[in-house]
């Protein structure tokens, strides 16, 4: 499997998400975030966007939300209990898992996903994270898991001109939790738990220094 070649396909398809401005309904909104969607192209569900400022350089952000098996992500993110590296293609890109706990008071069992991850920077200073599901003979579906599968999603770490300790952070999310969950659950599981992800890793920024 050629990981690169799917791994820069998904970065193409997240520039042209955040270029495309067409279709997106607001469908929550808090201090940190503001949360949209819009039917998903990829498969029959829905894409959801995340559009918040995060007050932390680009830097400091992207130290929080690194795909790293011992990195700061599982230490703030209620949604990431285990995170694996399964194969380093190379510096830049990674096949992984990541185990999700349970969710919707149970409703949502744990689930496991195996994506391949590329990091990229652009010249204006975004860094992003670029992912999407992917087959690896080392990790096949294990019991006590549901495999979910994540369509090409990410995040952008956006500097903001004039502004060095702030980070405008867009997020993409589009997400088959597998198995035979109820559409509601699902349409109410994502705002909610993306919103939760930004609160959080506002905090994580603020304390740092303390992981």
């Known amino acids: 499997m050629d990981y690169q070649h799917i791994a820069n396909a998904v970065a193409d398809s997240l520039v042209a998400y955040s270029k495309d401005e067409s279709g997106w309904k607001a469908c929550k909104k808090t201090d940190a975030v503001t949360v949209y969607w819009r039917p998903s192209a990829e498969f029959p569900g829905n894409l959801y966007k995340g559009d918040g400022v995060i007050s932390a350089s680009p830097e400091r952000l992207w130290d929080c939300l690194k795909p790293l098996p011992d ?24 096949v992984c898992r990541t185990v999700t706990p349970s969710a919707a008071m149970g409703i949502i069992a744990p689930r496991d ?19 999407t599901h992917v087959d690896h003979p080392d990790c096949p579906p294990q019991s006590g898991f549901v495999r979910g599968f994540n369509h090409p999603c990410g995040c952008f770490c956006v500097p903001i001109p004039g502004e060095p300790n702030k980070t405008q952070l867009l997020s993409f999310f589009q997400t088959d939790l597998g198995g035979y969950l109820p559409r509601s659950v699902v349409d109410s599981f994502f705002p909610s738990s993306m919103a939760q992800f930004y609160s959080n890793l506002t905090k994580a920024v603020k304390s740092l220094k303390d992981f």
């Open 71 to 94: 990195g700061l992500r599982v230490k703030w993110d209620d949604n990431v209990k285990k995170f694996e590296l399964i194969e380093m293609v190379n510096d830049a890109v990674s």
């Open 113 to 131: 996903f195996v994506d391949v991850v590329l990091v990229k920077r652009y010249e204006d200073g975004t860094i992003t994270s670029n992912a």
